[in-house]
């Protein structure tokens, strides 16, 4: 049974740009929670989504945003890319009303 | 603002000892608990969830949960040095439109050969 997947698994982009993360989840599982985790920091929590609607977000700034599609994938947009966004994005997928939660192999971000 | 919290380490242990790593919660309504091992540059790998008072076994890892208290710990008996790398405590914060993990920052466990 596959993992869940996260593309692309490396990201360079520039200040003021827009970047997109894709997310798919493991089958079945319809939560799928976005994370930030910047360099020698902590999981900071982005964003939770379940069943295609938003139920959740952390205290990150509008400029982060998301969606969940039909078929429970997911991406994370971030606009107006500021140096400080480059972190290393965690996206994990759990069964609606589970608390256990599996982890994709994370998208490094690089705002140059 | 609810918070989990870990001693950051380096914790340095001897190959084949007993690695015990704590964590402490703030919210006294938290259910479930978990360990994550991540390892340098990768994802976090869950590795035990705990949800009652007591010990929960699996191999070579014990949780211990103490909801009185608010402390959950995870045991590594016969360390190796595979076992080198940050364990994140983890508690989910479930209640109406909410249900995140909220993470601690980590403790860098250092297995010596």
């Known amino acids: 049974e596959a993992g869940v997947t996260q593309s692309p698994t490396h990201l360079i982009k520039t200040r003021g740009q827009q970047a997109t993360l894709r997310c798919s989840p493991i089958s079945g599982h319809t939560s799928v929670y976005w994370y930030q985790q910047a360099l020698g920091l902590g999981l900071q929590f982005l964003l939770w989504y379940d069943e295609g609607e938003e139920r959740n977000r952390g205290n990150f700034p509008p400029r982060f945003s998301g969606r969940q599609f039909p078929n429970y994938s997911s991406e994370l947009n971030v606009n107006a890319l500021e140096l400080e966004d480059s972190a290393l994005y965690l996206c994990?997928?759990?069964?609606?009303?589970?608390?256990?939660?599996?982890f994709g192999q994370g998208t490094r971000l690089t705002v140059v | 603002q609810k918070e989990v919290e870990q001693n950051s380490g380096p914790l340095s242990v001897p190959e084949g000892a007993i690695a015990s790593l704590n964590c402490t919660y703030s919210?006294?309504?938290?259910?479930?608990f978990f360990w994550y091992r991540q390892y340098s540059g990768k994802s976090p790998e869950l590795i035990m969830s705990?949800?009652?008072?007591g010990d929960k076994e699996d191999g070579r890892f014990t949780a211990q949960l103490n909801k009185a208290s608010q402390y959950v710990s995870l045991l590594i008996r016969d360390s190796q040095p595979s076992d080198s790398a940050t364990y994140l405590c983890a508690v989910n914060e479930i209640g109406g439109a909410t249900n995140k993990l909220i993470f601690g920052t980590g403790t860098l466990l250092a297995v010596q050969p």
């Open positions: 705990i949800y009652s008072n």
């Open positions: 919210d006294r309504g938290s259910q479930s």
């Open positions: 994990a997928s759990s069964l609606t009303g589970a608390t256990e939660a599996f």
